[in-house]
């Protein structure tokens, strides 16, 4: 799709030639699958979500109708609707952000239990294992003693898990749909890609497929294998997007998306997923998969637990090498061409990974804290 690296600028690639004004017509129809493809992975996902009346497959597919009103505006895609272009970009992008933060709001109610005590009951599936009911034990008698210093008999735990896969799919989604935004039309294909690839390859990459002797227990060696190959494909996607480890890479016009002025923080933070999009989508992906695939709150503290330090041992790896590297060449002729901005990445990308780390966190917080919002809004029920 595009040419990394200052040898191999001057080739032609795929994207220069989607950026032809001869080819217009195939660089918006890129622009539109790869949208309508992350739309239908978003939905896909939207089946771990307490899905309160569908509220929240109508916001995803509102935020994606301004991502193509967005389009339209800035003059990236063709529309019979002429009024689209003149609407303001800025005021399109602030709406999107509203959705977006209305989603996870809407998320953490329902799971408080506000909107069943309003009379609004969650979209009920096959597994039904986003249902963020508590329920307890039969009693032997009517005279049911509970201590509070004794085990919970409420399915604590079970709800906790399950608010905790909503939000981890949820914040894929949310992910997928910023990336898009900020996203090149040519590259924005690349977006359900990397989703595609990481599911297929986490897959293959079971034991079970492998040795379906019961057993053997290689949940170990599973996440080391996921963990390592979600990683790989964060970085293949991070080359192949067109980045490289020389700053003229860098995409300025992702950091101004939907901003009037200048603003430090917006435009890094913009600038900063744009060039690790592959990364982070990979990431949230991992913990995804990870909160799918747990069986109880305990084995997803484990996993999760395995897999963060999996992935903070490489990015401290790679930072310690390439500083001792840089430390050594510090009096080379291309210390300020090659070492400093590979030094500058791999900070960016520390930076990046320690706000993964703290995602995690936070998301366990909020489950722990939440919990006890939940006990007095939500139903209750015996089995």
């Known amino acids: 799709m595009n040419q990394t690296g200052d040898r191999w600028l001057f080739l032609p690639d ?152 909503s939000l981890s799919h949820l914040m894929l989604n949310d992910l997928m749909l910023i990336v898009c935004l900020l996203m090149r039309p040519h590259n924005v294909v690349m977006v359900p890609s990397i989703f595609v690839t990481c599911v297929l390859t986490s897959e293959c990459m079971d034991h079970k497929l492998l040795d379906s002797k019961s057993g053997k227990k290689t949940e170990v060696a599973d996440i080391l294998s996921r963990t390592l190959v979600h990683m790989w494909i964060g970085i293949l996607f991070f080359f192949y997007q067109g980045n490289s480890n020389s700053l ?3 995409d300025l016009g992702s950091g101004y998306v939907g901003l009037r002025q200048y603003c430090p923080v917006r435009v890094a933070l913009r600038m900063g997923l744009h060039a690790y999009a592959g990364p982070a989508i990979a990431g949230a992906a991992l913990f995804a998969t990870i909160a799918r695939h747990a069986d109880t709150w305990d084995k997803y503290l484990q996993t999760i637990w395995r897999s963060t330090n999996i992935l903070a041992a490489h990015r401290v790896y790679c930072v310690v090498v390439y500083c001792v590297i840089a430390t050594i060449f510090r009096d080379h002729l291309f210390v300020w061409s090659v070492f400093s901005p590979k030094l500058l990445y791999d900070f960016v990308a520390t930076i990046f990974s320690l706000q993964a780390l703290g995602t995690i966190a936070q998301l366990q917080f909020l489950a722990h804290t939440t919990n006890y919002l939940a006990r007095i809004f939500t139903y209750k029920s015996r089995l």
């Open 248 to 250: 003229s890479s860098v």
């Open 14 to 165: 795929t994207a220069d030639w989607l950026n032809a004004p001869e080819n217009v017509f195939y660089l918006q129809a890129h622009l539109v699958i790869g949208t309508i493809g992350t739309l239908v992975i978003c939905l896909w996902n939207l089946r771990y979500l307490n899905n309160v009346k569908h509220f929240q497959s109508m916001l995803t597919i509102a935020a994606v109708i301004c991502i193509f009103c967005y389009r339209i505006a800035s003059n990236a895609l063709e529309a019979p609707i002429d009024d689209i272009k003149t609407w303001d970009p800025v005021k399109i992008v602030d709406v999107f952000w509203a959705i977006l933060i209305a989603q996870f709001l809407l998320e953490i109610v329902s799971y408080i239990g506000i909107l069943k005590s309003c009379g609004l009951q969650p979209v009920k599936n096959s597994s039904n294992a986003n249902k963020f009911e508590y329920s307890k034990p039969k009693a032997k008698s009517e005279d049911y003693f509970y201590d509070n210093l004794m085990e919970e008999p409420w399915n604590v735990e079970e709800v906790k898990l399950n608010l905790v896969r």
